[in-house]
């Protein structure tokens, strides 16, 4: 946590291999309600599998993309 309760975030889009394929840094409002939204192009993305992760200091979330 930074100083006055703001969090940053991390996310990340990594290919099958494990490539990072996109990176965002985000550093959040100290509100415990808020929610977030980040619209992210994936137009540019070839067809395959990929990772998503979300992660702060506390926790990490994964899940998979399939882009057809």
């Not at 540019?44 to 979300?54: E, M, Q």
Request: glycine share 8%; no cysteine; proline share 3%.
């Amino acid at each position: 946590e930074f100083a006055g309760g703001y969090k940053k975030y991390q996310i990340k889009i990594a290919d099958l291999l494990g490539a990072l394929v996109y990176t965002k840094d985000l550093t959040s409002v100290p509100n415990g309600n808020a929610r977030y939204m980040e619209n992210i192009d994936i137009s540019g993305f070839a067809p395959g599998v990929y990772f998503l992760s979300i992660q702060t200091k506390e926790l990490k979330v994964s899940k998979k993309l399939i882009i057809q």
